[in-house]
């Protein structure tokens, strides 16, 4: 059993405190959900699922701001961190600050279980930057997405990669940060379907399993049938 999620999400100058504050709790409740609903399809699903321990990998750019913060919160609940970069390492780090913002860099880079430096080529860094987003969209089985849901900054931001999952019918959590207030919501979102949580402020454990359920059927990983309009690689069950 093995499930792969991408992360895309804002760099650290656009969260500032949000993202040493309540998002970090967010992002951490957020993979220990996809970790338990990956060990409940699991044990749901026995003829298709081995008796070995669940596989769970984050595909990360571990860009500074959202990238690291998934990290962090992935290996916490015991996934295996693969670093897609879009230069060798050594390019990489011209990417990031010199002093603290390279700093948090080098550790995250230290503390991947992988690394994959993509052909990327400086001269045309937004065609490296847009490769990392499909790179982790061939592999992925859901996406992960801090993002305040706004217009794309540029080829390979975060609106593009969120666009170019629906486009795939890779499912989408939106952890949807809101700059005016600490409100922080999450919800799903599926091909051209945005499915809200229905009470609270967000997703339920049954959402989560209902998600990994589906997006694993598509895959071809149990028997379940995608539901209609979801057809494609991926597909979901409507979360309760």
Sequence with gaps: MVLNVGITGHRAN???????????GVVDQVFRELRNATLKVQKSEPRFCSGMPAELRLHTG???????????SARLSGYFVRALLPFSADEYRHDFEIGDELDDFE?????ADE?????????????AYVL????MLDEADVIVAIWDGQTGRGPGGTA?????????SVPVIHIDVDWSSDLIVT???VGDKAIEPKRGSHLTPASYYRLLRGALSARGALTATALPGTAGRHASATPA
Excluded: Y
């Design 14 to 24: 656009m969260l500032g405190d949000l993202g040493t504050g309540a998002l970090k």
């Design 62 to 72: 571990l860009a500074s701001g959202a990238d690291q913060l998934a990290a962090d």
């Design 107 to 111: 550790r995250a880079l230290f503390a």
């Design 115 to 127: 690394i994959v430096a993509l052909p990327g080529d400086r001269a045309a860094a937004d065609d």
């Design 132 to 135: 990392v987003g499909k790179a």
């Design 160 to 168: 593009h990669v969120v666009e170019l999952a629906r486009q795939r």
């Design 187 to 189: 919800r799903m979102l």
